[in-house]
Every structure is written in structure tokens, then in C-alpha cells.
């Protein structure tokens, strides 16, 4: 016997998570609950059962959460660093600062102390940074290179990661769990993804980064 389909309707999405309301939400039929889907330069935030997703080429997402509280959330950047002592601090979770990772970074760290984590419980996974731009072959390794650095001076416990490669990836991070479903897109036509990259890539060459962010 087929199982049911449950619909949006059926199962209403709760509330983002204050900061966050900009970020695509539904209702996922395929695992029945909700999910937050995040594009380049986005990031989520959540404090209850819900799955965030995000495909990724030479991009990196982060996952960081509170493994007492089961609050945590996940990044995607495309470019590692912007003028680390600039005044302008991403502003919102889809900023134009969040695109670098020193800021995407700084703002997903923030975001869950701000609801209560404490740094000491914080654990990571990281992925992507594949060699999927053909006209672009640094960009994936510097994200690489800028994550494990990044994450060594701040001291936070990697628990996992999976980088590098040839291949995008699909991936599925549940915070409160901390549980991660990765699959490496070896069947997907990487020229998609390629192009969405370069323009998105293009897109920050000509747009300045905004915003302010308290830093605490």
C-alpha cells in the first residue's frame, strides 16, 4: 500500500526562526518535515526539528550547532575572505557580506550564541569545495584552505567533513540531531551548477557588501 503524501497545507511550517524569515522554507514530502533550503550566500539558523538543505560545487557550508541544546545552523559561501576589519558585518541571514566565509562564518557563530549556545559545546562538519568550476580551478581549495584555518583559531570541534573532489553535493543537516545525509552528485550535470556559480560569482564582483551585525 502507497503511503499518503501529506502536503504543506496539512502539516503548517512553523515560524522561522527571528532573523531568519527571509530564508525558503516548506514542507519536504520526500522526509515529512520541514526544511529550510539556503542558496549561495545564505545561511539558517534553528531551534526546533527541522532539516536544512543545500546543494553545493566549489562552495563551502559549515555546520555548526550547540550539541547540548540542539540548536545550530549551516552556511554556504563562495569566497573565503572580505577586509576582515571592514565595519560592514553581514546584516541579515541572505546579506551581500555573507557571501565570504570570514563573515558567513562570524554571523552563523553569532546567531546561536545570540540564542543561547555556548562555544565550548559547539560542534562542525563541513563540505563541498569541489573543482566544479572549469574556469575557476583555486576557488574550491582557498574555501577549503580558509575553513581550516578559520575553524582552528577559533578552536571548535570538526567532527566531520567531507571536501574536496570533483563532484557537487547534495546536502541534509538536522541541527537538533546534529545528523548529516550527503550525496555526491556523480550523475548531475556539474555545467549547472558550474554556470549558477559563475554568475553568481560574477554577480559579487559588482555588488559591494552591506550591512551590520552585532558582534559579541
Not at 545550530?72 to 558585518?89: D, I, R, T
Not at 553581514?90 to 540564542?115: C, F, H, P, Q, V
Not at 567531507?162 to 541541527?175: A, E, Q, S, T
Request: proline content about 4%.
Amino acid at each position: 500500500m502507497s503511503q499518503v503524501q501529506l502536503s504543506s497545507e496539512d502539516h503548517p511550517i512553523p515560524k522561522a526562526t527571528p532573523g531568519f524569515e527571509g530564508i525558503k522554507r516548506y514542507w519536504d514530502k520526500q522526509m515529512q518535515m520541514p526544511a529550510a533550503k539556503i542558496m549561495p550566500g545564505e545561511l539558517y539558523v534553528s531551534t526546533q526539528g527541522e532539516m536544512i538543505v543545500t546543494v553545493l560545487g566549489s562552495c563551502i557550508s559549515t555546520c555548526i550547532r550547540d550539541r547540548k541544546l540542539g540548536i545550530g545552523g549551516m552556511n554556504h559561501f563562495m569566497l573565503p575572505m572580505q577586509g576582515k576589519h571592514s565595519n560592514n558585518w553581514g546584516g541579515d541571514a541572505a546579506s551581500s557580506a555573507t557571501r565570504y566565509g570570514n563573515w558567513a562564518m562570524e554571523y552563523l557563530i553569532n546567531a546561536i550564541l545570540k540564542l543561547g549556545g555556548n562555544k565550548k559545546d559547539f560542534e562542525v562538519k563541513v563540505f563541498g569545495g569541489g573543482k566544479v568550476l572549469a574556469n575557476a580551478t583555486e576557488v574550491g581549495r582557498n574555501n577549503i584552505e580558509f575553513v581550516k584555518e578559520y575553524l582552528k583559531s577559533e578552536m571548535l570541534l570538526t567532527v566531520a567533513t567531507d571536501v574536496g573532489g570533483v563532484h557537487p553535493r547534495k546536502v541534509l543537516y538536522f541541527p537538533d540531531t546534529g545528523r548529516v545525509k550527503m550525496r555526491r552528485l556523480i550523475h548531475v550535470n556539474n555545467a549547472t551548477i558550474s554556470e549558477r556559480e559563475n554568475v553568481y560569482r560574477k554577480t559579487l564582483d559588482n555588488t559591494p557588501a552591506e550591512g551590520d551585525v552585532e558582534l559579541f
